[in-house]
């Protein structure tokens, strides 16, 4: 299945572009999409680790299924002081 991913932030800083195209198994995922980007985008690593990730506008746990087509938002930490 393919899915993008958009980028915000950090994300879309250390990525280089605002979005993703994203290849995965049939029955992927949150978990395996995080995986996928990671591999994809080795830059992102260790920001996609501790980012949240929404599936069409909504915040989802590694456990969530994706279907093909969905689109996900890497989510960074928010920081400030």
Known sequence: MRLTVKLFAAARELAG????PIELPVEADVAALRTALCATAPALAELARRSL???????????TRLQDGDVAALIPPVSGG
Not at 17 to 20: K, N, P, R
Not at 53 to 63: F, L, M, P, Q, R
């Open 17 to 20: 572009c605002g979005e993703l």
């Open 53 to 63: 990730i929404a599936i069409n506008e909504e915040y989802a746990a590694d456990a």
